[in-house]
């Protein structure tokens, strides 16, 4: 009779601890799927994406400096490759300079620059996808992501941040070589797996870098970081950037994406 209760206690128990989850339609994400997830929520949302980006770079003694630009984002049908075309509106030194990066998630990127004072096309090498974005805080790795595959993911636990529910995800480069950090902590939504924060430590395990996302919107569908910052709080320097005309599943073409619209930039998209 003893062995009987028991073992109906723990049936009870069970059922008990796992209602709260079933209630809310969760179940237990592993730290891959969590990461997985991340990715493709913060990097690859729709098809393609247009979006015109406003940031303001912070120098330690206040000083700042701006740039406006239209970016075009083209996600590749069957890999995790990526295009990008970049045209630049501010300021007026680099008004007309144009910019494209086929991103590959297994080697290094191919990057153009179209310089329209020297009517050059520059081809840029690209062997370090840690270098700044355009002269930001941000490097090219924060921009369009980093494969999966080069790093180790824990969640160290979940917990709330601003009133969101988050996983706290450790990612850890398996070669230290490979990226600009030792590891990472991100505070990851669990509803729409999108970031509020950051946090970069470098060799020595000290922090050097914070991301920030300062607002979320719902774009088409699409939970979309409209403001976010990056701040390097060893020089004091940071990036604010604000995201507006957002679009995504505009029906971009693999040709746009050539040298031949680096001198010709598509009007219909860059305005």
Not at 75 to 83: C, L, R
Not at 91 to 105: I, L
């Amino acid at each position: 009779m003893d062995r009987t209760y028991h073992r109906f206690f723990a049936i009870i128990l069970t059922i008990a601890l796992a209602l709260p989850n079933l209630a809310r339609g969760q179940k237990t994400l592993t730290p891959s799927e969590v990461a997985t997830s991340y990715q493709k929520s913060f990097f690859y949302p729709g098809k393609d994406m247009r979006v015109v980006v406003n940031m303001r770079l912070i120098e330690s003694g206040g000083k700042e400096r701006t740039r406006e630009l239209t970016m075009l984002r083209l996600n590749a049908e069957s890999t995790q490759d990526q295009k990008y075309f970049i045209y630049f509106h501010k300021p007026a030194d680099v008004e007309g300079m144009t910019f494209m990066v086929y991103r590959y998630s297994q080697k290094d990127d191919d990057r153009w620059l179209y310089m329209p004072a020297l009517d050059l096309v520059k081809r840029i090498a690209a062997n370090d996808k840690r270098s700044s974005f355009v002269g930001s805080d941000f490097t090219y790795e924060d921009v369009s992501g980093r494969d999966l595959s080069e790093d180790d993911f824990s969640i160290v636990k979940e917990e709330k941040l601003s009133n969101n529910d988050c996983y706290l995800l450790k990612s850890v480069p398996k070669n230290p070589k490979g990226a600009e950090y030792s590891y990472k902590l991100s505070w990851i939504d669990k509803t729409t797996f999108l970031p509020w924060k950051e946090e970069f430590y470098d060799v020595r395990g000290e922090l050097y870098k914070v991301f920030t996302a300062e607002e979320v919107r719902n774009i088409s569908g699409f939970p979309t970081i409209t403001k976010r910052k990056m701040e390097n709080v060893k020089n004091k320097r940071q990036t604010s950037v604000v995201y507006s005309q957002i679009e995504y599943n505009v029906g971009l073409k693999d040709d746009i994406f050539t040298e031949r619209y680096l001198k010709t930039p598509p009007r219909e998209y860059i305005q």
